[in-house]
């Protein structure tokens, strides 16, 4: 294990017994940390394929220790993008991230499930336990 993941483990279980605010401060220092690890790797003029997103994500995700969940393409207020949802940590410590980016290239944005606006947020953490189920009965 290096030392990153090492650092969210024990933030992961200081976190079970913090105050709202101090976990708000936690997820944005983990959106910070991912949008830090993207930025270099997303092109910023040309259209992004399906590939290169789940790429950019994977590559950001194992940097961190988090494990993707699903991604998908999505048409939202007139603009087309990509959209994945992951996960960092395990157990009650397990925090839900969004990640999305145009399909027309720009920056990637990160942000907890827990914050977003978008509908696609509320079903990352649904499917985590739906696949915690699936492992458990295999």
Known sequence: MDAQQEDMESQDKEAEGEEPEAKEAEDKVLEEKLAESLADLVPETKTVSEEEFAEVVGGALEAVGGRLLFK?????????????????????????????L?????????ETASKSDNPIAGIAASYAGLMDVFQAAA
């Open 102 to 110: 145009p399909v027309s290239g720009g920056a990637l944005k990160v």
């Open 72 to 100: 998908m393409h999505v048409d939202r207020d007139g603009t087309s993008e990509h959209i994945a949802a992951a996960c960092v940590g395990d157990g009650g410590g397990r925090q839900f991230l969004l990640l999305t």
